[in-house]
């Protein structure tokens, strides 16, 4: 017996006829198998589903992009329950009432602005010259409902435009629709957690890697979370790339594309260039804080692991154990407890600074940093690497006591056993955090003890992820 994808790949690759061809290893996730699998027939499996992967990628890398463009676009036509019950010219604007009681106002202007006929059909760009507008155009000659309240119809001097009532209701920019847009899309959608990872955050490595929807369960769960726990990972670096390409190409630095972290104090003559490649513990931190588009994702599949599960190190902390911290618990904590606290690191932006050979960079930028539109009841991003921090001379000589006290207050909660979660990663198993949420250190320890890992773009992981939200969220 072979399983589906070989015989596909061997029809398609003309090397057989007919329902034959090289054996499946067993536990080859498309090969219905009883029973329960090992960790290394899964393993094993795996490698087998990623030879596939990259064969009939090739093979159909074309079609298969557009064919996802295509549900791509079906996808975003989805239609909601808002209609229109009443529309009409009201002063300088456009009133609509909606059935459900709310009422919305749009100006000429916004409204010849998005004409849908002047979207481009395939690639979405606008195609109108906005500052060629009339800003006095005034108001439609004509206003009306259509289609049950499915459709607004306006004319001006001839020019019809149809807008759909969906996308009206989605896109309007009074205060209560924009506030409930705010929540729907950042703060509604994350869940705090402290001291304990959900237990909803563990994924299968198969299901990440044939499975859309596995795929988004997991990506969701970094965006409501802020982690993801793989298990059954293989454990190349090069196998560890194909699984995170599932999300996004890895990120090129300075460190490489993929990188691991083997400690450099076993290898004669090595240059430490960060406390990544040592055995010592590290508190909780956010990586690349130096560059002013910090990495999004922090990958690390364990491949070699110190010692045992039960040994503890010098400290009494579980040997080379991963520590995690949510930021958005901690300081929404902290917010309370510490306003002036909150309120410094808020208000005033630190510098980082990586140096090495041929390599300088520095960034600048605030340890907590709110929505564009200035909403602070959502946090977008903690930014805090007390590694990396350049000298502190750019405050004020009256703010230099505070930040220190303020700093002193700030690392109390990073290193609060009330947040950091503990967790020793066995051989075979990859966390993914976000690095704008999710703090991670680890405890010191003495064997051999490695990490494969990379970083991902923060919009490349976000466009996986709104890609997936379209085909799957309920």
């Not at 290893?25 to 498309?30: A, E, L, M, Q």
């Not at 064969?55 to 808002?82: E, H, N, P, Y």
Request: glycine residues 6%; aromatic residues 10%; neutral net charge.
């Amino acid at each position: 017996k072979i399983c589906l994808m070989c015989w596909a790949e061997n029809t398609v690759a003309g090397l057989v006829g007919t329902k034959s061809g090289p054996p499946c290893f067993k536990g080859c996730v498309y090969t219905p198998v009883g029973g329960r699998q090992s960790s290394g027939e899964l393993a094993q499996g795996l490698r087998h589903t990623l030879r596939h992967k990259r064969f009939l990628g090739t093979m159909f890398s074309g079609s298969l992009k557009r064919a996802t463009v295509g549900r791509a676009f079906v996808f975003s036509q989805r239609r909601s329950l808002a209609q229109l019950a009443t529309a009409s010219k009201s002063g300088q604007v456009v009133r609509v009432e909606w059935t459900d009681g709310h009422e919305t106002t749009y100006h000429p202007v916004w409204l010849a602005d998005h004409d849908p006929k002047t979207i481009h059909e395939t690639s979405l760009q606008r195609q109108l010259d906005s500052p060629s507008l009339d800003l006095n155009m005034g108001l439609p000659d004509v206003v009306r409902v259509g289609d049950n309240g499915e459709t607004l119809h306006l004319e001006w001097q001839g020019n019809k435009v149809c807008y759909d009532a969906n996308w009206l209701r989605k896109h309007a920019y009074d205060k209560s629709s924009q506030e409930q847009r705010a929540v729907k899309s950042t703060g509604s959608a994350k869940r705090l957690w402290a001291g304990k990872l959900p237990e909803s955050v563990f994924f299968q490595a198969a299901d990440m890697l044939t499975s859309d929807e596995e795929l988004f369960k997991v990506v969701d769960s970094l965006d409501k979370y802020g982690v993801a726990i793989v298990r059954n990972m293989p454990q190349s670096m090069e196998e560890t790339e194909e699984i995170c390409l599932r999300i996004a190409p890895p990120r090129e630095t300075f460190y490489g594309r993929m990188w691991d972290t083997k400690p450099k104090v076993q290898v004669a003559d090595a240059v430490v260039n960060d406390t990544a490649y040592t055995k010592d513990g590290l508190h909780c931190h956010t990586d690349t804080c130096y560059l002013m588009d910090s990495a999004g994702l922090q990958v690390f599949n364990c491949v070699e692991q110190s010692g045992s599960s039960r040994e503890l190190n010098e400290e009494g902390e579980l040997e080379g154990a991963t520590k995690l911290v949510d930021s958005f618990k901690m300081l929404e904590d902290m917010r309370v407890e510490h306003p002036e606290t909150f309120r410094f690191f808020a208000d005033n932006a630190l510098k980082w600074y990586s140096i090495e050979d041929g390599i300088h960079v520095t960034s600048w930028a605030k340890v907590i940093t709110f929505q564009p539109d200035g909403n602070e009841n959502v946090i977008t991003q903690f930014r805090y690497n007390n590694y990396d921090l350049a000298p502190i001379d750019y405050l004020t000589p009256e703010q230099i006591p505070k930040y220190y006290e303020h700093t002193k207050i700030l690392n109390s909660y990073l290193r609060s056993p009330k947040y950091i979660a503990y967790y020793r990663l066995n051989v075979g198993e990859m966390v993914i955090i976000d690095n704008h949420r999710v703090c991670h250190g680890r405890t010191a320890f003495t064997g051999d003890r490695n990490l494969v890992g990379c970083y991902i773009g923060c919009d490349d992981w976000k466009s996986k992820y709104n890609v997936l939200k379209k085909r799957f969220s309920q």
